[in-house]
Nanobody, 123 residues
Framework: QAQLVESGGGLVQAGGSLRLSCAAS????????MGWFRQAPGKEREFVAA????????YYADSVKGRFTISRDNAENTLYLQMNSLKPEDTAVYYC????????????????WGRGTQVTVSS
């Protein structure tokens, strides 16, 4: 059974950094685009970043551009999100997801989802 498992979340002060990981198992996602999404309390889930199947193309939400970096290691079947200069408004549950269509920015095409990891940024 295909499974995505996020890790690396935690509590950090504003201005700090965290690196999230998403380990895939049960199938290989190396031919899929992958993305990170987040959901803050009382808000809808929103897109954060996406990466093409080969890692060549990336796409970021304006709110994280220049602070977050998405990357992947297909040999290890793992997706990453390096988050720097964190702000309190980055507080959310972060989810990784896989897009078999490789469209990256058609968010309804993300068919596989992890359960999320909590990121809390204190001011």
């Amino acid at each position: 059974q295909a499974q995505l498992v996020e890790s690396g979340g935690g509590l950090v002060q504003a201005g700090g950094s965290l690196r999230l990981s998403c380990a895939a198992s049960g199938r290989t996602f190396s031919s899929y685009a992958m993305g990170w999404f987040r959901q803050a309390p009382g808000k809808e889930r929103e897109f954060v970043a996406a990466i093409s199947w080969n890692g060549v193309s990336t796409y970021y939400a304006d709110s994280v551009k220049g602070r977050f970096t998405i990357s992947r290691d297909n040999a290890e079947n793992t997706l990453y999100l390096q988050m720097n200069s964190l702000k309190p408004e980055d507080t959310a549950v972060y989810y990784c997801a896989a897009d078999p269509s490789n469209m990256m920015v058609v968010f309804t095409n993300y068919d596989y989802w992890g359960r999320g990891t909590q990121v809390t940024v204190s001011s």
